[in-house]
């Protein structure tokens, strides 16, 4: 960093200029060859360990086949090494580290989210067309009628299983991941391997031990996965089985030898015959915008589904609208020197701002409680209202309890705002025989929107995605019946697609992330439409 | 305050001393206002107050935290380490400094860079960051969750179930609001102060280590807290990227306390929310005026 000469014009700000005319190193500042201050050795060790973590990386990346990865990454490590060893880019040291989380993390998140919601991403298809031709051959494997029988050896390495077995006079290993291949150095004990080198050789005691492991184990004969694999049942004599699905790349079917039925891929990513029955797993297609439609076609979502929608808005625009009403009638009231302890008022009053949203859900979901909490055994003397299992009830407990959350931040923002309202703008209008109430409606309000108004749109934006106090105080519930993915009455919008992504059974990405960028549409409208309309207010 | 200061001399003016209204007129104007004080206090302690007395009742299940301060007893904080919380609270210690520092580190530079430089691309830089905030992190949890899912593969240390891997993702959120508070604070430091210290020598490095991140020292302490507290608030996204108990942050692994209320050890949650808010409540206490004098001053440059 100090090899940089800030005597050169372009660290005065202005703007650079074509290399041509570029002082070069010696005359216009001190060369980098002579210039290793303490900061220069700081900078290259740093550098050295990213560099070292990134070439690591791209090895490791290029190893498990993840091209986009090691693609980042060597261009990554190239910026990087530019941006701190050359004389040039000198905003770019400051920018760049912050602008590569922001990169990865932000606007390669968003856009990928944007691209599996074209996708049929999820459980069932969660992979490439190979490795669900693989993972259907595999499931589908029975033992091979007649075929030779193998005395097993179980051995183990680190905790990993093994299956050793002698073939052709050589001993060969094989595990869940590494196909049979021949060790050499091993000794056969008959048709039997006896020793292994680097293995050790499992007794009757340890292997009734893994007893599960053992059985569920499936040592793959060789890599395709058509020519089966080796399972044992009793930990003694191993089998080869094969699978009675057979996968035709020329036609792109399936069939199934033991009942002749043959499999279609389809355009959905699945394997299908003709009466319509589909293999699993699936793998990922793009399917366009039928997880945006899906929202508003499928008669069992569609109806939950609206519902949430009216309700994510009713609730944001109320959750604003009662904090807002609150906070600034409390702001009204405690803007008056007269009070004594007003600063006390203020300290308690912020508390359930303080204290963190999270807890305060979890602390009123107790409270809440219908046969045991504290507002229906000791406030209301063992009455039993269903706070949070009744639909409408439950709405209400979500909007107090975001109430009781909320309004001390308004609050705070109004007293703010009222005191930055210029004295003698109020004088004046007293002046000319304003009441206070038309002092309030016709000044103090319309001046408090200015700086306010902004604020109330960020607070509709944040509780429109407010997923914490949902799933924490109600869960979302109580559920709606019979639809395919667990969502109810209090549910918003981000709680479905939390939902729809990781808690309905059968884990749906392309479906949920359709519905972030259906929320995310919304809230950038609503936004710019109400940044819009304040900014009217200010020239007020 | 103005106003205030402008209405005080007004009513000692009418003849009417303000601090020594008494009777039916006090009660008018000013005796009703501690009223709903004191209403509007009430409930907002009560809830606090109910967690305070239910992490005080031993073994305390909900039913037996209705009753307020019936007993004292601190085993509930004693035995928290069981369930592990100070782990977790140790996880959300080192998850939110670290974040905190690099959230600083990373934003102030960027400050730096757009207060002091000219450059190409600056105002497509800092459009572009607008933007990118339209997009809040949350609403891409299932991408990030993904995201880690691959990254995972080359780098464990990044990936799901690892503290780094949270980290990361909390850092991607460091450019974005900060930049541009501390940005408009950068541009209150004169140039001159630059300019002479660049006279006398000194490199770019030098004067931002030593003379621009001194001379902000307040905004950096702001914008450090407040990171410190809005990922130590997280709840999503910790919740996806961290799945193993032992990993979890304060955050997730209360909500796993207690998230089914009737089995909940109720009075073992109460005491983790006590010890998890006291710090928050503290800092929030101490940012107070800060934290409002950033929101209104800027929503008004908008």
Request: charged fraction near 15%; aromatic fraction near 12%.
């Amino acid at each position: 960093m100090s090899h940089q000469q800030t005597i050169t014009p372009e660290d005065e700000g202005t703007p650079p200029r074509p290399p041509g005319e570029r002082p070069r190193n010696g005359t216009g500042g001190v060369s980098h060859a002579r210039d290793f201050g303490r900061g220069f050795w700081v900078k290259l060790v740093l550098v050295a360990l990213i560099d070292a973590g990134a070439v690591y990386g791209i090895l490791s990346a290029v190893s498990v086949s993840q091209w986009a990865i090691a693609g980042f990454l060597v261009l990554a490590l190239v910026l990087v090494n530019w941006a701190y060893f050359s004389k040039r880019a000198l905003p770019a040291k400051y920018l760049l580290p912050g602008l590569v989380f922001l990169f990865v993390y932000v606007i390669f998140s968003a856009c990928y989210t944007a691209f599996i919601a074209f996708t049929n991403y999820g459980d069932g298809h969660n992979s490439t067309k190979s490795d669900a031709v693989q993972a259907i051959l595999i499931q589908n494997e029975q033992r091979v009628e007649g075929s030779a029988a193998y005395p097993l050896t179980i051995v183990s390495q680190g905790g990993t299983l093994g299956f050793a077995v002698v073939q052709d006079g050589t001993v060969e290993v094989g595990t869940q991941d590494d196909p049979l291949a021949p060790v050499t150095g091993a000794t056969a004990d008959g048709d039997k391997a006896a020793t292994v080198p680097g293995w050790d050789v499992l007794g009757f005691a340890q292997i009734a031990q893994e007893q599960d492991a053992v059985v569920n184990l499936r040592v793959p004969v060789s890599d395709d996965a058509a020519d089966g694999s080796l399972r044992t049942s009793d930990g003694l004599t191993a089998y080869v089985y094969q699978s009675t699905m057979t996968y035709d790349p020329a036609t792109d079917t399936m069939t199934d030898s033991a009942t002749g039925t043959v499999y279609t891929a389809d355009d959905h990513g699945n394997f299908r015959s003709a009466d319509g029955t589909a293999l699993t797993p699936g793998w990922r297609v793009t399917v366009g915008f039928e997880n945006f439609t899906r929202a508003f076609t499928d008669s069992r979502i569609s109806g939950p589904f609206l519902q949430i929608l009216v309700w994510t808005f009713a609730f944001a625009f109320l959750s604003v609208l009662t904090t807002f009403a609150l906070g600034l009638f409390l702001a009204v009231v405690f803007n008056d020197p007269r009070i004594r302890g007003r600063k006390v008022y203020r300290a308690l009053l912020i508390l359930p701002y303080a204290f963190p949203g999270f807890l305060a859900a979890l602390v009123w979901k107790g409270m809440l409680n219908v046969d045991f909490g504290f507002v229906n055994q000791t406030l209301l003397h063992g009455a039993s209202i269903p706070w949070l299992t009744d639909p409408w009830l439950a709405k209400l407990s979500v909007l107090m309890v975001n109430l009781w959350l909320g309004f001390p931040y308004m609050f705070l923002v109004c007293t703010g705002a009222l005191q930055s309202i210029p004295g003698d703008v109020l004088e004046s209008a007293k002046m000319d025989g304003a009441s206070p109430v038309r002092v309030q409606r016709s000044i103090v309000f319309p001046l408090l929107m200015v700086s306010v108004a902004p604020l109330l749109v960020s607070s509709f934006a944040f509780n429109f995605n407010n997923f914490s106090l949902i799933y924490m105080l109600t869960g979302g519930g109580p559920d709606f019946q019979g639809t395919p993915i667990i969502v109810g009455h209090t549910d918003i919008l981000i709680s479905m697609v939390y939902s729809v992504a990781f808690e309905s059974g059968v884990k749906q990405y392309g479906f949920a992330s359709a519905l972030s960028i259906l929320i995310f549409v919304i809230v950038g409208v609503i936004s710019w439409w109400g940044f819009r309309r304040t900014r009217r207010l200010e020239e007020l | 305050m103005s106003y205030t200061e402008v209405r005080a001399p007004k009513a000692t003016a009418t003849n009417v001393n303000a601090d020594h209204v008494r009777g039916l007129r006090w009660w008018k104007e000013i005796g009703w206002r501690h009223v709903v004080g004191v209403v509007m206090i009430i409930i907002c302690v009560v809830p606090l107050l109910y967690v305070l007395s239910a992490s005080l009742v031993p073994g305390g299940t909900l039913t037996g935290s209705n009753q307020l301060f019936r007993s004292f007893d601190l085993s509930n904080y004693t035995n928290l380490g069981d369930r592990g919380f100070w782990s977790w609270a140790r996880n959300s210690l080192i998850v939110c400094t670290v974040t905190a520092i690099g959230t600083v580190l990373m934003g102030a530079a960027a400050a730096y860079a757009f207060s002091r430089f000219r450059f190409r691309g600056r105002r497509g830089t800092l459009t572009g960051l607008l933007l990118a905030q339209m997009f809040p992190q949350t609403l891409a949890f299932v991408a990030i969750f993904l995201l880690l899912l691959t990254i995972g593969e080359v780098f464990p240390a990044l990936g799901l179930n690892s503290l780094l891997g949270l980290i990361c993702v909390y850092l991607g959120g460091a450019l974005g609001v900060n930049t541009f508070l501390m940005y408009g604070f950068f541009n209150t430091v004169p140039r001159e102060l630059d300019e002479a210290a660049k006279i006398d020598g000194a490199t770019h490095a030098q004067i931002f280590w030593t003379i621009i991140l001194r001379l902000v020292t307040p905004i950096l302490a702001v914008v450090g807290l407040l990171s410190f507290v809005s990922s130590f608030g997280d709840f999503l996204i910790a919740k996806v990227v961290i799945q193993r108990p032992e990993q979890y942050t304060v955050a997730v692994g209360l909500y796993s306390l207690a998230a089914d209320e009737r089995t909940a050890p109720w009075g073992l949650f109460a005491a983790g929310a006590v010890v998890a808010a006291i710090p928050v409540i503290l800092l929030f206490m101490f940012l107070q005026r800060y934290i409002v004098g950033g929101l209104t001053s800027g929503s008004v440059k908008g």
